[in-house]
């Protein structure tokens, strides 16, 4: 996010997600979004979260190498799939009756409910570390 601060983002179309390690491929003419303001939501405060997602999109991580990178449906509710953060995502949304959060992944709609998965709303860290360092921006 502090990069994101400092640099314009390229869109997908221009940037598509590999599934590769790889070196960044920035291209600064192409850069189409800024970010202008980045706060931080309070860690590991599902009601935090919720206000923040209720605001804007909202980035959040989470450990992506156990249950979240299985995932192909319904609401991933495992308590126990890790707090390793190694993945940014984006909330973009939630379901307070059915009790989850909608997240974009990057992974392609191939990936869990066409690129989108739902995850359970935990107190404390949340399903896969999710509640643990969420963020918010505002974009140029």
């Not at 923040?52 to 990178?69: K, W």
């Not at 707090?83 to 990057?106: E, T």
């Amino acid at each position: 996010m502090q990069w994101a601060e400092k640099n314009s983002m390229m869109l997908e179309d221009d940037y598509p997600y590999t599934g590769e390690d790889g070196s960044c491929a920035q291209v600064k003419s192409k850069g189409k979004v800024t970010v202008k303001t980045v706060k931080n939501v309070q860690a590991n405060s599902s009601a935090q979260l919720l206000a923040a997602i209720t605001l804007v999109p909202t980035t959040v991580a989470v450990e992506a190498d156990t249950d979240f990178q299985f995932y192909s449906g319904g609401i991933l509710n495992n308590p126990d799939c890790g707090d390793n953060l190694d993945h940014a995502i984006l909330a973009v949304g939630f379901d307070q009756k059915g009790g989850y959060y909608i997240v974009r992944n990057s992974w392609g709609t191939d990936w869990g409910e066409d690129g989108y998965i739902r995850m359970a709303i935990k107190s404390g860290e949340g399903i896969c570390g999710i509640q643990m360092e969420p963020a918010w921006s505002t974009a140029n």
